[in-house]
């Protein structure tokens, strides 16, 4: 039986306490456009849609557990040189390791910079998101490899 291959992620799930003061905690730290809210039976949102291009983080009101230590996510910014500060002036929990930190609810974010690592989005996903962004020497050597991979798999 052939396995499906993972190819990505579409989203992102976040427990968080209140949709508002998690709006407010990540519009201070991180430039996005939000894609959407859902209300409940009440009125009351209870999900936000940060959108990231083809990607979105959901945020979902009603965080029970504890906070996470070592699981986390790595969320891919164009420039994270003040991530960090912004993070710390919003209320985050500066970690002991780079660029991690935990937002107010206990979900543990690392920071990792789009020209750092091997995935990238299609020129036309850029474009829409108004973002020039170009890869390190590392990533691009990363990104040469899976091609050259793939090929010699195919041939």
Same mark, same amino acid.
């Given at each position: 039986?052939? /396995? &499906?291959?993972l190819v990505?992620?579409? %989203? *992102?799930? $976040?427990?968080?306490g209140d *949709?508002?003061?998690a709006?407010?905690?990540?519009r201070a730290v991180?430039?996005?456009?939000l894609?959407?809210?859902h209300e ?13 291009g083809?990607q979105? *983080?959901?945020? *979902? =009101?009603?965080?029970e557990? &504890?906070?996470?230590?070592?699981? %986390? ?5 164009d420039?994270?040189a003040?991530?960090? =500060? $912004?993070?710390?002036?919003?209320? @985050?929990?500066i970690?002991?390791r780079?660029?991690n930190?935990?937002d107010?609810?206990g979900?543990h974010?690392?920071i990792? @910079?789009y020209?750092?690592?091997?995935f990238?989005?299609?020129e036309d996903?850029?474009r ?6 170009d890869?390190?020497?590392e990533?691009?050597?990363e990104?040469?490899? /899976?091609?050259s991979? =793939?090929v010699?798999? $195919?041939g």
């Amino acid at each position: 039986m052939l /396995k &499906p291959r993972l190819v990505g992620l579409n %989203h *992102i799930a $976040l427990e968080v306490g209140d *949709i508002e003061d998690a709006l407010r905690f990540y519009r201070a730290v991180f430039s996005f456009e939000l894609r959407g809210t859902h209300e409940d039976d009440a009125g009351r949102t209870v999900m936000a849609f940060l959108d990231m291009g083809d990607q979105f *983080i959901a945020l *979902i =009101a009603g965080r029970e557990q &504890p906070r996470d230590d070592d699981r %986390h996510f790595g969320l891919v910014v164009d420039d994270r040189a003040n991530v960090m =500060a $912004l993070a710390e002036a919003a209320g @985050a929990t500066i970690l002991d390791r780079p660029f991690n930190f935990r937002d107010p609810w206990g979900n543990h974010l690392e920071i990792v @910079a789009y020209r750092d690592v091997q995935f990238t989005k299609t020129e036309d996903v850029l474009r829409g998101m108004g973002l020039n962004l170009d890869k390190s020497d590392e990533a691009r050597e990363e990104l040469r490899r /899976k091609l050259s991979d =793939a090929v010699g798999r $195919l041939g």
